[in-house]
């Protein structure tokens, strides 16, 4: 199996990128196709001293897409950027998935130009994992790639979400939540209202009404559907939320550590708030999936370091292993056959 | 100033309701008229041995509207009950706020039947304090009042909001943020879009552009306009959240003092935490307040306690001082004019 890394894209490109494939190529043995500059890259790559034999190699890519530029302008004006040849490699053979912590925007767009849309989806969406006290994660479909939807969008998400979420969390009948403004009759906006009866009547996706804001951190279901506009504010709130908490953290540790004369680590540690300020932080988190092209493409976290690109390629690898692009296909071959 | 209090609404009324009430009495010196059940407010009075002369009044109201009742089927069949004889006393100029932790659509409803909308305003809409890091909190409008919006109404938010920060936090020029999922070109739903330039173009308020999800906790700007549906899960999802993390704040004083066999309450007030948890917990926050109808209506939490009630009181007092209603009149009449 072989995962192309977007070494351009992200905050901490290319270095964190680097240091994150490595660990997956260790960790799941996968090959790794860095792409992007290629003189840097095998600089970088040799100083790592990886072992030899761990199969990272390189493919150039000479332009870099910026998180500010216009998605579709971009990828045009950018054959040669490391978003638009990563997507090339999956389009022809040369890789089974495609990690990026880029522009999501030109990662969503290339691969709809290039791979496009699975046969039988009208709107492909970002299924983003949202990891909570459970010990399972909500999976919330769409995380931004659509932001005006209409009713048929939100069944179709609700079933790429069921379908993903079977396939990697081997959840049986996930459970679908509509995310509304209140679970009361009357309550909704006119897309949820419009929504609710398809989402009802819907007999291939296991649908149990409508959830609020509070009801994501408590995990009432495996899968929430919204709109792209929607939902990616929430999951930028809980960002931001996690951020906050995690400065507090280390506020915390200090002042402690000098209260206490002990040092802030081994507090955090002992009573375990390390491994829980852990599980907050988006960033570490690993990836989101892009459900309904065709290829498996993984969009990271811009801000992601080593840990989460080495984690959003081993979802890469879930991905791939579980067929999660061939299974769309074959439900929606189903449903219009 | 008189303020009335909706006794019966909220998941702990009427005692916590009452306990809030009378420590409101007591620290802003305001009177108090409890809407509710006359026997059983009276009782409950005369056990909490409120000094003489505290200015505690009750107001029967037999009825009461549940939470999940439809709001103005309600508010039809139950003319007796302490949202509609509160807003009625606010109507009559029996009271010059009322304070509910009740049914928000049925406040929201009563107070549009009964008060009427400021002349000028379309649509009436929650703003709600947001605390954040900072030292003042954020105002979010819209937090539910209108599920569906139009760009017209998301201009008439960002001028109610704006006035409400200006009178209650004292800012000169509140900034104004429309909420989004990106600040780069392109980005928005049809609504953001729409709406971005009619805010733009508008010179009576300091609009600073769009925001995204985690500038709200970061706090890059006073007012953040958005939507009711929007709004309504932005605030609840951070709700869920501190929910969440108080839960765990618990569960690490808990290990910590077996593990320091120290007593975990000491811990947490040693290390900042219990203040910045109570900073956390929007329920002790206090109120959301009800823009551009004809009165001042201050809706509390439903799950409200002492604390949560006496700051909502307090706010409704502030609210009457600041003379918002007034201010939105007379901001109304000289747009119109």
Excluded at 246 to 262: E, M, W
Aim: with cysteine.
């Amino acid at each position: 199996m072989k995962i192309a890394v977007d070494a351009a894209g992200g905050d901490y490109a290319p270095h964190e990128v680097i240091k994150g494939a490595i660990r997956a190529a260790q960790e799941y043995g996968v090959e790794i196709a860095l792409v992007g500059r290629k003189n840097v890259l095998r600089k970088l790559v040799e100083h790592s001293k990886t072992k030899p034999g761990l199969g990272i190699s390189i493919v150039d890519a000479k332009q870099v897409i910026d998180f500010n530029e216009h998605p579709m302008k971009a990828i045009q004006s950018k054959p040669n950027s490391s978003i638009v040849v990563g997507i090339g490699l999956l389009k022809s053979g040369g890789a089974d998935a495609f990690v990026s912590a880029g522009n999501t925007g030109a990662v969503v767009g290339a691969a709809l130009l290039t791979l496009g849309k699975t046969k039988g989806v009208s709107r492909p969406a970002i299924g983003c994992f949202l990891d909570t006290v459970s010990s399972f994660p909500a999976l919330l479909v769409d995380a931004g790639a659509n932001a005006d939807c209409r009713p048929e969008h939100l069944l179709e998400f609700a079933r790429l979400g069921s379908l993903f979420s079977q396939a990697i969390l081997k959840i049986e009948r996930p459970r679908v939540g509509l995310l509304s403004n209140g679970t009361e009759d009357g309550k909704g906006n006119r897309l949820v209202h419009d929504s609710y009866p398809l989402l009802k009547n819907a007999t291939d996706i296991n649908f149990v009404g409508s959830i609020e804001g509070q009801d994501i951190v408590k995990r009432t279901t495996d899968v929430i559907v919204t709109d792209g506009f929607t939902g990616n504010i929430v999951i930028k709130t809980i960002e931001g939320f996690s951020d906050n908490f995690l400065v507090s953290v280390r506020q915390i540790g200090h002042v402690f550590s000098s209260a206490y004369r002990l040092r802030g680590r081994d507090l955090l540690r002992d009573i375990g708030l390390t491994n829980w300020a852990r599980k907050l932080d988006y960033t570490e988190y690993g990836g989101a999936c892009l459900l309904g092209v065709n290829g498996n493409v993984i969009i990271a976290h811009g801000r992601s370091q080593a840990r989460a690109i080495k984690n959003a390629i081993g979802l890469a690898k879930e991905t791939v292993e579980r067929c999660i692009t061939q299974k769309v296909k074959e439900e929606k071959h189903e449903q219009t056959s």
